[in-house]
């Protein structure tokens, strides 16, 4: 049964602290028509508003950048609001008690694809959408909170709708800078990352703005002259009036970077984001309101969560790092918000998520967002020190501080160490040692994998090579069932499982033994994280004085060594990299011509085939032996596949129910790779 609830449920608060004051529930849906789903039983799907106040006088929130040039209400506190979404059992005493909160990505909602196996949706409604019901049948409540101010104005899309700081009640000035790098000649670009709002910029006749050009990320910048480009939209080749857009009639060429620096006005309160996630995941957790004596605002939901587990992919990985390190996983009342979280794919990364003029968005890669405030000291969860810039710190020092640390899974592909420098969550600033790991930290390097699965068959769009199909959401489901057995009942997870130092599977790029096989160019490039100082302010008033940052010197970044067919020797080997028919790569090289041929194509690995037969390897100079040489026929590779599976699956890394699927898929790879060709 579908109905709306048209009227708004007012809620008053029931104590001083509590930072949820108004929830607003727009739609309830019965999932796929009541459908039950196992032990679980029924669906509901709720969406709609939540309303927060924050105390600015208390000390859980004085970590919150600018909060004191927040407006104030009547009680003296700063209020926002934000979308929410939520999957939950009708039955609440049917739930597993695990809250699973998503940290949206960019306004999306992306974990019923990796757990479910489900298609994209901003608003999952059908079988498909909804995919497999693992999450489902396994009793997780589902939560989802716009945190990101400026996606763009979809009604489907999460964000929060965030007050601006002001002055003394005048306006706010500062720093701003856009990069864009084209895979194609255009004629205009957005001030924003991606399709992220733009701040427009203050005064488009600045005399000091300064459009410039280069060919690398730490290339020579060269400017180019001011009467050759003006804020504008391409309306068929023509300017339109637009802050938010730079026009140049001549056009910006592919694989160049462009990058202007602006003042920008009325920066938004950027730190009421993860701020309001750490109130709604109290909320949910202990209650707090009034009225219908209801801890949450649909009915028959469990009044409190045993526990609750945060889930985010890059951006979203990149901003539980940064809450954490932050503080923000102690709320109003001082108690612990996220009992465990599961960063996912975030490499060493953190973001632009609670200082002045913050775009949240942007993050950093070998050639794209180049020098943002994104993989900067401190890396690992404990302490460490850098002796350059006389800085001790670490991820969890806050966290630790105040007894409120969760357990931690780090998970990221191989593209994460070319990408996203994650060697560095796991090794000594100067890369010389495996630095020690937090005791309730865990991490696993899903080898062979790019960012996201690619879809199979593979394509080659936009690459060099094949995009890379290694399907680690098969191990996502198992991790995130440990996790949760960890976090519920103490259960100790798999071990850790990634490259280290000691054991000789980690390496400079250097000295990588990839196979030389022939059309395949190996990178020289990769992301690499600099000591960058923007300006005496922003450490410790999140302040941005210097654009483009000065840059100091780099952070050693390794790689995970390889065997002689190219695959990964660490980390959590899937049966298809255990039992292989081709390799399988965490980078890829640009194609040429969206420009930059060597430069890494941003969050996209490698599928490289064996040659079928010996003759054709040898015909080709293919060093690795062929599938004919490695397999007596297809009965016998799946067979191995399956003892593989059946062995990740005894350590904890796979699914027993999920081993007939990873078969499945294997076969459709042999069939695609010995079909006959053209």
Request: aromatic share 10%; with cysteine; net charge positive.
């Amino acid at each position: 049964m579908i109905f709306r609830l048209i009227t708004t449920i007012l809620l008053l608060c029931s104590a001083s602290t509590a930072a949820v004051v108004r929830i607003e529930v727009r739609e309830r849906t019965s999932v796929l028509g009541g459908k039950p789903f196992g032990a679980a039983g029924a669906y509901d799907g709720i969406k709609g508003r939540v309303h927060f106040e924050v105390d600015p006088k208390l000390a859980p929130n004085r970590i919150i950048s600018d909060l004191d040039l927040g407006p104030r209400n009547a009680r003296g506190r700063v209020a926002f609001s934000s979308d929410f979404y939520l999957l939950a059992p009708v039955d609440a005493s049917r739930s597993n008690g695990t809250l699973l909160f998503e940290v949206s990505n960019r306004g999306g909602k992306g974990m019923l694809a990796m757990f479910n196996l489900a298609t994209g949706s901003r608003d999952p409604k059908s079988e498909a959408e909804l995919g497999d019901e693992f999450l489902f049948q396994h009793g997780f409540t589902l939560a989802w909170l716009g945190w990101q101010f400026d996606v763009p104005k979809d009604p489907d899309l999460m964000r929060v709708y965030a007050p601006v700081a002001r002055q003394g009640g005048n306006p706010i000035r500062g720093l701003m800078r856009a990069e864009h790098i084209p895979e194609q000649r255009t004629l205009s670009f957005s001030l924003g990352d991606r399709t992220m709002i733009a701040y427009p910029v203050a005064n488009p006749n600045d005399p000091a703005l300064q459009l410039t050009v280069r060919d690398r990320r730490d290339g020579q910048r060269q400017t180019i002259p001011r009467e050759a480009w003006q804020f504008g939209r391409d309306e068929e080749g023509k300017p339109a009036p637009d802050r938010g857009k730079v026009f140049m009639a001549a056009g910006f060429e592919p694989g160049k970077i462009y990058e202007l620096v602006y003042t920008a006005q009325d920066p938004v309160l950027v730190g009421l984001g993860p701020a309001g996630v750490r109130d709604f995941i109290s909320f949910l957790k202990h209650g707090g309101l009034r009225g219908r004596d209801a801890a949450t605002p649909f009915e028959g939901a469990p009044r409190k969560f045993s526990q609750a587990l945060g889930f985010g992919v890059s951006q979203s990985g990149r901003f539980l790092r940064t809450f954490l390190y932050y503080g923000f996983n102690q709320d109003e009342q001082t108690r612990r918000g996220f009992d465990g979280v599961m960063v996912h794919v975030a490499g060493a990364g953190r973001g632009s998520f609670n200082h002045r003029f913050a775009q949240p968005s942007r993050d950093g890669h070998p050639f794209m967002n180049c020098f943002y405030p994104t993989d900067i000291f401190p890396f690992t969860d404990l302490e460490q020190s850098d002796p350059e810039i006389t800085l001790s710190d670490g991820i969890l020092n806050r966290a630790t501080k105040e007894k409120v640390t969760p357990k931690i899974f780090y998970t990221n592909s191989s593209y994460e160490y070319y990408g996203r420098a994650a060697s560095l969550i796991h090794t000594t600033v100067d890369g010389t040692q495996d630095a020690s790991l937090a005791k309730d930290t865990r991490i696993y390097l899903l080898a062979g994998g790019q960012h996201g699965p690619a879809t199979f068959p593979p394509s080659q769009q936009r690459a060099q090579q094949m995009a890379n199909p290694n399907n680690f959401r098969w191990s996502m489901r198992a991790l995130l069932l440990a996790l949760n057995q960890w976090v519920a009942d103490g259960k100790e997870p798999p071990p850790s499982r990634y490259p280290r130092l000691a054991d000789q599977n980690l390496t400079p790029l250097t000295d990588l033994k990839f196979p030389k096989i022939p059309g395949v160019r190996l990178p020289e490039r990769i992301q690499t994280a600099y000591r960058l100082d923007f300006g005496p302010s922003f450490r410790s008033r999140g302040i941005v004085s210097l654009e483009p940052p000065k840059v100091g010197k780099p952070f050693p970044t390794l790689v995970p060594q390889v065997d002689s067919d190219g695959n990964e020797t660490a980390g959590i080997r899937l049966p298809e990299i255990h039992v292989p028919l081709a390799t399988y790569a965490g980078w890829n090289l640009r194609a040429p011509e969206l420009g930059a041929a060597d430069e890494l194509l941003s969050m996209v690995g490698s599928f490289i085939p064996f040659a079928r037969t010996k003759a054709e390897r040898v015909k080709l100079s293919d060093p690795r032996p062929s599938i004919e040489e490695r397999y007596q026929n297809r009965q016998e590779y799946l067979e191995r596949v399956k003892a593989a599976a059946q062995g990740l699956t005894r350590e904890g890394y796979l699914l027993e129910s999920d081993i007939p699927s990873i078969v499945t898929g294997a076969g459709d790879k042999w069939d695609y790779l010995l079909e006959p060709r053209p």
